[in-house]
């Protein structure tokens, strides 16, 4: 799984949004969540551009909570999917 394109994506909303200035501490494993630098919106906007590079549909059930907490988590899960299909 391309981690590095899920922090691309996930820095990318980030600007567009205007939550973060600061976006040189976002590594794999930070917790974006945690750490404030999303919220609930911009979680929905990283997951669409998510679903749309990789072409997965990931179930509202699956969002939030530590499936959604960090790029490497995405990562997995979207792994996850694309077995489970």
């Known amino acids: 799984m391309d981690i590095e394109k899920i922090l691309d994506i996930v820095r990318k909303t980030l600007l567009k949004t205007g939550k973060s200035d600061d976006l040189s501490g976002i590594t794999a494993e930070t ?13 929905m906007q990283v997951m669409l551009q998510v679903e749309r590079h990789f072409g997965v549909s990931v179930p509202a059930t699956h969002l939030g909570g530590t499936r959604t907490s960090s790029a ?8 996850n999917l694309r077995h489970d299909t």
């Not at 917790?31 to 979680?43: T, V």
């Not at 490497?72 to 792994?79: L, P």
């Open 31 to 43: 917790d974006l969540l945690a750490e404030g630098y999303i919220d609930s919106l911009s979680l």
């Open 72 to 79: 490497r988590r995405i990562a997995e899960m979207i792994s």
